[in-house]
């Protein structure tokens, strides 16, 4: 009988059925709820802070020295914005603590104590707190030089600091939480390396993430450019069959060899362009209609951070689903680029299934174009399906 790709993907389907598939349902489609949530929680807490004067208490305090005279507008924003990002921040603490721990817990996806959470939980709000402060004191300085059309300049800070941190990300962030030592010698060292070498990617050396530690799923990635590139896998994919891994680490080289990053800067900065243009329209409104009451009704207060946040978090919920777009777009050509390299359909087909973990395997072609920041694992498997049917016959597929 003939190889049926329909027919071959429903069998992969259906192997991930009864309650696992269910509670992988449930978990995926909890998230859709919890994208509208975050975003109200994020907007109740930031009017409340404006509502009841405390953003407008803050700033007075960071704007002025001792003996009363006001400080330069950089140093007001750089003493203001991390105390207001500490106070939200704290004031959201018991949803983050549900959402990133409990919730995870619940689900079986999250191996961490809830020290160990909380310290690393820590570590990632000291280094938000830190990027956001200097982000919106660059922004700021752009809105005080230019109050109509900062939206540019907010730009070029925006995509210049999200660049430099993709690039310090792996060997100044990445190691605070995680462990990166090298595979030793052993096929499946050679596999990836080999498969680096016919790509044209520099690397000399595969390195392991021990992210048992905090979690059960599986991830890989290629990360860097030139000298500091880094092919590493974590330890969740170690453990699975050699071909899997394979099919796995022929995905991620897609994404080196496509030139994934460089392209989804390019898009990053044409939407943070329309988003900042919205925030420049809209915020003298929200200031002239809102500002007397909160006490921030200035452009030169860095307390209009308040009045931002909620515009772009708006903004934000309403791009959600360009931008997943955007990135499942790259994910579906890093599978095609993964199938060629790999050549091995079955593999990536059990890989995917595996995912559907945590990711609803069989969603609504709507809902996949929606909510969807990966290919789901029907389309996925699909794809791999397709691929193998064009392919039967030549004696090294798997
Ligand atoms: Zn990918």
């Given amino acids: 009988m003939a190889f049926d790709p329909e027919l071959a993907t429903r069998a992969w389907l259906a192997t991930l059925s009864g309650p696992a598939r269910a ?21 109740a807490v930031t009017w409340a802070t404006l509502r009841f ?38 004031l959201t603490l018991p949803w983050a603590i549900w959402e990133q721990f409990v919730r995870e817990h619940d689900y079986g996806l999250s191996t961490q104590s809830f020290p160990a959470w909380a310290g690393e939980a820590a570590i990632a709000i000291t280094i938000n707190l830190v990027a956001v402060t200097l982000l919106f004191t660059g922004i700021h300085a752009a809105i005080r030089r230019a109050p109509r059309d900062w939206w540019l300049g907010a730009t070029g800070i925006t995509i210049a600091g999200l660049a430099f941190f993709i690039l310090i990300a792996p060997v100044v962030v990445e190691p605070l939480f995680n462990r990166y030592t090298p595979l030793p010698a052993g096929p499946v060292r050679t596999a990836v390396l080999s498969m680096a070498r ?38 969740n994919l170690l453990k699975q069959p050699p071909d899997e ?4 680490m022929a995905h991620e080289m897609g994404h080196y060899v496509l030139g994934h990053v460089t392209k989804l800067l390019v898009a990053l900065a044409i939407l943070a362009a329309l988003l900042f243009l919205f925030v420049a329209r809209a ?22 951070f308040a009045p931002v946040t909620i515009l772009l978090t708006i903004a934000f919920l309403a791009l959600t689903p360009l931008f997943n777009t955007l990135i499942r777009t790259q994910e579906i050509e890093a599978d095609r680029f993964g199938l060629n390299v790999a050549r ?40 791999a399906m397709r691929w193998k049917a064009e392919h039967l016959g030549q004696s090294d597929i798997r």
Avoid: C, M
């Fill in 23 to 43: 509670r992988s349902d449930a978990y995926f489609e909890g998230g859709y709820l919890l994208l509208f949530v975050d975003a109200a929680i994020t907007i």
């Fill in 53 to 90: 004067g405390w953003a407008a208490r803050l700033s007075a305090w960071a704007g002025r020295r001792r003996d009363g005279s006001a400080r330069r507008p950089a140093v007001h924003a750089l003493r203001f914005l991390p105390a207001y990002i500490l106070l939200t921040t704290l």
């Fill in 198 to 235: 016919a790509n044209g990617i520099p690397a000399e050396n595969v390195f392991v993430v021990d992210a048992s530690r905090q979690t059960t799923r599986i991830s890989a990635n290629v990360a860097g450019l030139g000298a500091t590139t880094r092919i590493a896998l974590n330890d």
């Fill in 245 to 248: 891994i394979r099919a796995v």
């Fill in 283 to 304: 915020l003298p409104a929200l200031l002239a209609r809102f500002g007397a009451g909160w006490g921030v009704a200035r452009l030169d207060d860095p307390a209009i």
């Fill in 344 to 383: 091995a359909p079955e593999a990536f087909a059990s890989i995917a299934v595996k995912l559907g973990q945590y990711r609803k395997l069989e969603p609504g072609p709507w809902e996949e174009a929606v909510f969807y920041d990966h290919p789901s694992g029907r389309t996925r498997v699909l794809t």
